[in-house]
């Protein structure tokens, strides 16, 4: 019995179909150069009905691009960039790019070592997540190589790109007041970074954009509010989070309302303080930067910022599509609202906290 075979759809055989030369087929599917929009739905349309693959070596040939994106985020285990990882990769695959995602653990020498390997292996653009506010010179170079580069999360001013965040600011200073009113004379931030509370009050060191802009929420609006504040570092892991909390509230001026920076820390911190005896908000007040599906289903249901992380990662590759197809937006910063979602988890101290 003779063996059928299935015969490939090459680019003449769609730009036959359509009706145009094989270039305008070949700029149609490619997104580059000018073409009639009419003609470009012709092709599209042809393309479709005849099932064609584009090849994607010659494609880039032709073109001059790889049609792929190189996405570095800094832990891909944190909910938030998994979801901003989806958005990006959503966005990509309606484009018909590839996504290149490359995790750093927050190491600057494997942040450094991704972008060297993209670049070999010719990405159109990045998306870059940093690990440090002071070393940038990798991104510097990328941009000098002419490569679109868009930084999530996290913005590093020095450098002439695009950032899309979110308003860590606002959501903090919520907080901070909710905390307030409840009658909390001060409110600890448990942040998962590396250095000390001191240098990054005394800016002996900048710290990454997102843990500055909430630090300084948390320090503007404790001094309005006329109440102290805390930071507390380290929680750089569930291990750590649990040493820090324990730490914390072995002290003899235990917090009374504790601020987790994204869902993980908080959930740590939920678990710790129940196995030491401590009730939420009884004993302690608790809320969360970041939002998850499991403070709905908890008692109390916990306080939290919803940061618009799916959204903050469509809005990137958006951005840096429109930058590869030289239409970019003439802003090159990009703020995306928190929604505050207000639920059990915060409520009066058991006792007067110092200065109330």
């Not at 490619?30 to 929009?37: F, I, N, S, T």
């Not at 809320?287 to 903050?312: K, Q």
Request: charged share 25%.
């Amino acid at each position: 019995m003779a063996r059928s075979r299935v015969t490939r759809v090459t680019l003449m055989d769609v730009a036959q179909a359509a009706g145009v030369s094989r270039s305008t087929a070949a700029r149609s599917l490619g997104g580059y150069g000018k073409v009639d929009p009419a003609l470009r739905t012709r092709v599209l349309a042809a393309a479709k009905e005849l099932g064609y693959r584009a090849n994607t070596l010659a494609r880039s040939v032709s073109s001059g691009r790889s049609h792929t994106i190189g996405v570095v985020v800094s832990d891909i285990e944190n909910p938030h960039f998994a979801r901003a990882v989806r958005g990006i990769s959503d966005v990509a695959r309606r484009h018909e790019f590839d996504v290149v995602l490359v995790n750093t653990d927050e190491k600057l020498e494997l942040e450094r070592e991704a972008l060297s390997t993209m670049l070999d292996k010719r990405v159109d653009g990045l998306i870059v997540a940093p690990s440090t506010g002071t070393a940038f010179e990798h991104l510097q170079d990328a941009l000098d190589m002419n490569r679109a580069v868009v930084l999530l999360d996290r913005n590093l001013p020095e450098l002439h790109c695009d950032w899309v965040g979110a308003d860590d600011y606002s959501a903090v200073r919520q907080i901070v007041d909710w905390m307030a009113d409840a009658g909390h004379g001060e409110v600890c931030l448990v942040a998962a970074t590396n250095r000390t509370a001191e240098d990054i009050e005394q800016h002996v060191v900048e710290p990454i954009s997102s843990i500055a802009e909430r630090v300084r929420a948390l320090r503007d609006t404790a001094r309005a509010r006329d109440i102290g504040y805390r930071i507390l570092t380290g929680a750089m892991s569930q291990r750590r989070t649990r040493h820090v909390i324990r730490e914390a509230m072995a002290a003899p001026t235990a917090p009374t309302a504790l601020i987790g920076s994204y869902s993980e820390i908080v959930l740590t911190a939920v678990d710790e303080l129940r196995s030491s005896g401590r009730r939420i908000p009884e004993d302690v007040s608790v809320a969360s930067l970041d939002d998850a599906r499991w403070m709905t289903i908890t008692s109390p249901g916990i306080t939290a910022a919803r940061r618009p992380s799916y959204d903050m990662g469509c809005r990137a590759a958006e951005v840096l599509l429109s930058r590869l197809a030289s239409d970019g937006p003439a802003t090159r910063t990009h703020v995306l609202p928190v929604e505050m979602v207000s639920r059990q988890s915060i409520g009066a101290p058991r006792t007067p906290a110092p200065g109330v």
